[in-house]
Every structure is written in structure tokens, then in C-alpha cells.
């Protein structure tokens, strides 16, 4: 029963302040309580079960149809699975929002800038430049996010992705993708290529992340 409540806790089908009916006198006893009872005072509190993670084929899915724009939910669940699970003191959200505008707003204001120096923020070289640039700074994010995955996964892992080879990799495809003229021949088809490309370089992550989970989830397991 208590493994039970416990799952439905961690899948927020049920909250600490729910009532439960003890079958055998017919009284109402909410999760909180139940979980202080006598049988359990042994414990400090209740452990958090890891998440379940994302299969990786449907996250090349999702990559795919939105052209990669999932990138941005996927930074913002890993980083909230890390703060939930092990206590990371960091703001999820906050984070993603600041890639996020960092991704978008710099076309919008130096759109205007070079406009009123005469200059169009779609002259070969001003595109080439913002586009670099706002790839690496996708890339710097992933990086430090990375940084902390990894930190966790070589505690109980071995043979896990290389921080390095990916934001690489997703740098170099991402700049392809950015910087892909669309008067060449193809050029949807080229897209579509590099972003599922992408999606297969950040794919090794969350493989190694559902790994970890998993483990996670088991240690858990057993502990019950």
C-alpha cells in the first residue's frame, strides 16, 4: 500500500494533503499522516521516486516535428527532474527563459540597431554573425547543463556520453541548420536532415539519462 501511494505521489496522481479510507474502521487518514504513522516513523520523509524519462525514439519525435524547438522543453524538464530529484538549488524556469531570449531577442534589437544605421540585419555577413553567434550561445547553455548530467551519471555509470563530442557536434549542426541558404535547391530537406541530426547527437543524453533514472527507480524499488 505504501509503495503504492507512493508511486501515485511521484506521478502527482495524489497529494500529501488527499484522504485515504482505512478499510478496516472506516476513518479518513490523509497521505501525510499515514506516511508519519508508526509504521513508517522510522523515516525522515518521504523519498522522491525518479522520473521516468523520455523513451528516446519519442524524443526524436518530438525534436523533429517542432525543428527542434523541443530543445527548449527538454533543457527546462532536465533541469526540473535535477532540482526535484537531487536538490539542486536552481530555477528551471528562469534559466530557460534567459536561453530562450537570448536566442530570440538579439534578431529583434539589432534588426532595429542596423536598420538605422542603414544596414539590413539580413546582409550576408550581419546573418552569418548572428547566426554563430546565437548558436553558440545555445551551445554554452547545453554545455553547463551537460556539465551537471554528467557530474551525477559517472557516480553510478560508466561509459556515458562525452560532454565535449556533443556540444560539438550540436554546434556544428546547429550552425549548418542556421546558416543553410534557402535559395539552394533542397533546402527544406536539407533543414529537416540536420535538425533530425540533432536530435540524434542529444538522443545519446537522454539514452544515458533514462539509464540513470532507471537505476534510480530501482535502488528505490528495493529499498521498499
Avoid at 36 to 52: D, F, H, M
Wanted: aromatic share 16%; glycine share 8%.
Amino acid at each position: 500500500v505504501l509503495r503504492e501511494i507512493r508511486d501515485r505521489l511521484a506521478d502527482g496522481k495524489l497529494k500529501p494533503e488527499d484522504s485515504l479510507v482505512v478499510h478496516k474502521t472506516g476513518k479518513t487518514q490523509t497521505v501525510k499522516e499515514i506516511f508519519s504513522a508508526g509504521i513508517v516513523s522510522q523515516y525522515t520523509g518521504l523519498i522522491k521516486s525518479p522520473p521516468r524519462g523520455l523513451r528516446v525514439k519519442y524524443f526524436l519525435l518530438l525534436y523533429g516535428v517542432t525543428f527542434g524547438f523541443y530543445f527548449y522543453f527538454w533543457f527546462l524538464k532536465n533541469y526540473r527532474n535535477f532540482r526535484n530529484y537531487k536538490r539542486i538549488k536552481i530555477n528551471p524556469e528562469m534559466k530557460t527563459l534567459v536561453l530562450f531570449s537570448t536566442a530570440i531577442i538579439p534578431y529583434f534589437i539589432y534588426g532595429m540597431v542596423l536598420g538605422g544605421m542603414g544596414l539590413s540585419q539580413f546582409h550576408p555577413f550581419v546573418k552569418i554573425s548572428f547566426d554563430l553567434i546565437i548558436a553558440g550561445i545555445q551551445a554554452a547553455f547545453l554545455f553547463f547543463q551537460l556539465r551537471i548530467i554528467k557530474r551525477f551519471l559517472k557516480r553510478k555509470m560508466k561509459g556515458t556520453f562525452s560532454v565535449g563530442v556533443i556540444v560539438l557536434g550540436f554546434f556544428i549542426l546547429n550552425s549548418l541548420g542556421k546558416l543553410w541558404s534557402s535559395d539552394l535547391a533542397y533546402y527544406w530537406l536539407a533543414v529537416m536532415i540536420l535538425v533530425a541530426c540533432e536530435g540524434i547527437v542529444l538522443a545519446f543524453v537522454q539514452k544515458d539519462l533514462n539509464a540513470y533514472w532507471k537505476l534510480g527507480r530501482r535502488k528505490k524499488t528495493d529499498m521498499w
